[in-house]
């Protein structure tokens, strides 16, 4: 369905965005292989995370979900899934697809993985370098793609790889790999990456050592085969997710919005720490744990914003909210550049090219290299008008129709279906708080 996004008046209230989608991948993936019921509250019920339910299903995991919305998952002990009778569609989910493999390259038996359009595009290579040092087979159309085949080895070898790119699903793959391996599996990670995959472990007993590395990076060493008991996993509200009303809340003039229990882990979080150094209100309350990752409750107000340069070294601590960050600094003063962004360009679309593409139909002026973003702010919202292919990207889709709520003409995007991958009901989250986001054929 296409939808439609008109200037809204203010944005007011308070409320809760889903759950977040990575933490919720890794109860679901590493409850199964604990030993025991591990309760998941807060699960993120949207259609990637669902993906990765079906696919442990498929893989002998009883997973239920009882009246009340907590999920219970029945695992199997490491190493002790079956093999799937049926292909796994992990639909448009890289962290699904990813995660899972790594998970299966140490089971001995053969399993296939396809996707739809825009995961089928997106390179593979990355997750089956190390897979297959550690010998699994994966046999990958056109070489790294999807569909493909992988079939876990029932003598796997622990490695110790060294990320080529800063990736919290390839590192994550290796450690899943790693649980059915024995001696000690090792990822260097030359610059940190969301460490949801090591507090999961940990948070079902594994050992898990982490190594701050010379130059800020980390060597995370976990050891294989270890016990793992089921657990009672709390997520938290997606800061991915929250990223959209946080900032349509500080470009709306008038708004004031609270969102409450918001994941903040310091390896996620760098939007909050970009939209400071721009000059937003953004206060951080009643912060505590919960399942062994932070949260807290995010209240922002309107103002204005300036333009920042924006470090590439911060890219993997706000990788996802680059596009609602390009829509931020559109409507600030001043120059935003943002650089080390190459990794925009294998997301569920090129990122990088939607957001300059988009930007410059809405009449922004924008600059894009080959991994860079210079967004030149008038310190007023860009003119808006332009309806926009969201190429089966749930975050440009939701980032455009932000710009909408400021921009004087509205912008419409040709899907909302992606939205449900992450964001199920966010026009009607929107709405609540005094958004309007209509379908673009309503009256
Ligand atoms: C994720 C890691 C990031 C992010 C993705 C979720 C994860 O991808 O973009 O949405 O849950 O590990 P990369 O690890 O490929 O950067």
Redesign the pocket.
Known sequence: MALISRRARTLAGEGSVPGD??IS??ALIVGSVAVGETRITGLLEADDVLRTVDALRALGARIDRDADGVWRVFGRGVGGLAEPASVLDMGNS??GA??LMGLLATHPFTSFFTGDASLSARPMD?VMTPLRRMGATISARSGDRLPLMIRGTAGPLPIVYELP????????AVLLAGLNTPGTTSVVEPQP??D??ELMLRHFGAEVAVERLDGGGRAIMLAGQPEITGRHVVVPGDL?SAAFPLVAALLVPGSRLTLSRVGINALRSGLLETLGEMGAGIAIADRRTEGGEPAADLTVEAGPLRGVEVPPERA?SM??EYPVLAVAAACAEGVTRMTGLG?LR??ESDRLGAMARGLEACGARVEEGPDALTVHGTGRAPRGGARIAVERDHRIAMAFLVLGMVAAEPVAIDDAGPIETSFPGFAGFMNGLGARVAAEDAP
Not at 165 to 172: D, E, I, R, T
Request: hydrophobic share 25%.
């Open positions: 989608k990575s991948h890794r890289g962290t990813r995660l990355r790119v800063a990736s919290a699903q390839v590192k994550s990456t969301r949801h995959s991915s993997p990788i996802d990794e294998v997301k």
